[in-house]
């Protein structure tokens, strides 16, 4: 969307339909059979268009004699936004986990207001977000290098255990094998032919880290270039088979082929939805934003769709454009909607 992209009322209508959070304070929805103006996002059972008028902001619709919804509070909005911005610089600020408590008394609202209204902003409650953000320092860290524990408690954890805690079953490899670019870890890998084009698979003992189209060793020695890469092997052939026969035959299901893949806790998020499209339906990014728990995140699921390692058994080609069109493929659209076909053919 460029940046002179001008919202019609189609667009703002489509925006109340979706309850848009992100276009709350863009405008506001006149109902004229009921006197009242909502935000865009509004939880009321929607209006019929035809009784819909969109106003700049409260002022104009209080001008026309509409009243300020009570459920949705749409004058809000800006204190609403401003409370929520000055607990996030509070979360980053602080070395210690602030109270919830403690964070709505900075705002002036109460506890349970601004937990909800945090959440509605953010995706998260609070304290998860103070808690992805602390993970999100601690890879951030590792990745430019240093010591693990250093970088732990560079990102506020207050121990090396609680860090595991936190990343424990979220990624593949081991913290200290993910610094040093896989140092340590084993990875086998081939490329194979398949009806869609050269096929490149790489794997660890615990799951496949690589699924793409046209990339070999070199690309994947960018990825881990301390990983110890062997071309094939023994059980990485039977895992390879499975593979192929996945890719070539999807509507089989590939919920039984191990995957070891790690992100940031929104990207893995976005990839556990992916995982749970069935064959043959998509969904839009809106929708997986809206089923990770974050509406307003649509671009951002674009992204940790796009940031996907391992294609196809990580579905991210089930994920179209609202307006059914096919969007981006990190492989070129003829394989996105090859696969698509392939996956509506039972
Ligand atoms: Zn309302």
Known sequence: MSAAYIMT?????????????????????????????????????????????????GAAARETGLRACKRCLPDEVARDEGAVLAAIAAIKES??????????????????????????HTGLSPAAYARALREERARQALSEGGRVTDAIYDAGFSGPSRFY?????????????????????????????????????????????????????????GRFPAADLIEGGDEFSALLE???????????GFDHIPIDVK?????EAVWRELRKIPAGETRSYADIAAAVGKPGAVRAAGSANGANNVAVLIPCHRVVRSDGTLGGYAYGLPIKEELLKRETIK
């Not at 986990?97 to 964070?103: G, H, K, R």
């Not at 499975?242 to 089989?252: H, M």
């Not at 992100?263 to 990207?267: D, E, K, S, Y």
């Open 9 to 57: 009322d189609d667009d703002r209508w489509d925006a109340v339909l979706r309850r848009d959070r992100a276009l709350d304070g863009r405008f506001v929805t006149g109902v004229l059979t009921t006197g009242i103006y909502c935000r865009p996002s509004c939880a009321a059972r929607h209006p019929k268009r035809e009784n819909v008028r969109f106003f700049e902001d």
């Open 95 to 120: 070395e210690e986990p602030l109270a919830l408590a403690d964070l709505a008394d900075r705002t002036g609202y109460s506890p349970t207001h601004f937990q909800r209204v945090f959440t509605r």
């Open 165 to 221: 805690e936190n990343m424990e079953g979220r990624m593949g490899m081991t913290a200290s094998a993910w610094v040093n670019g896989g140092k340590g870890v084993t990875i086998h890998w081939a490329v194979v032919p398949t009806s869609l084009g050269d096929m490149l698979v790489a794997a660890t003992d615990k799951g496949v880290c690589r699924l793409s189209f046209a990339e070999g060793r070199e690309a994947l020695e």
């Open 242 to 252: 499975q593979v192929v026969a996945a890719v070539e035959a999807p509507t089989q």
């Open 263 to 267: 992100g940031t806790a929104f990207q």
